[in-house]
């Protein structure tokens, strides 16, 4: 989903999608349903890397609904929030080396 939500941000940016509206008629979906995965955007950096590494990390990728409440927080309460929700978290955010962790 992060993905996606990628490539809608490119399709508004590049203008092949004027809007949400148009993006939603693109790909068959809701506009209601490119909001949602377009929140994913608002992650904070560190949950998008465990979120992209779950595979390797032993953890399973969460939905995009399992994500859905982190969008609506700050970024510097995402991860605490996060930690209670995706339980390798931590461990995955301990073994980063600083100068690729973010502040939020």
Known sequence: MLDLAEEFQD????????????????????RARVTQVMALLRLHPDLVRFVR?????????????????LTRLPRDAQLTAASRLLPKLDA??????LRVRHAG
Request: net charge positive; aromatic share 2%.
């Open 11 to 30: 399709a508004l940016d590049s203008g092949v999608a004027n809007n949400r509206a148009a993006l939603a008629r693109l790909h068959g979906i809701s």
């Open 53 to 69: 590494a779950a595979g390797s990390v032993g953890a399973r990728t969460p939905s995009e609904r399992r994500l859905r409440p």
């Open 92 to 97: 995955f955010l301990a073994a980063l080396p």
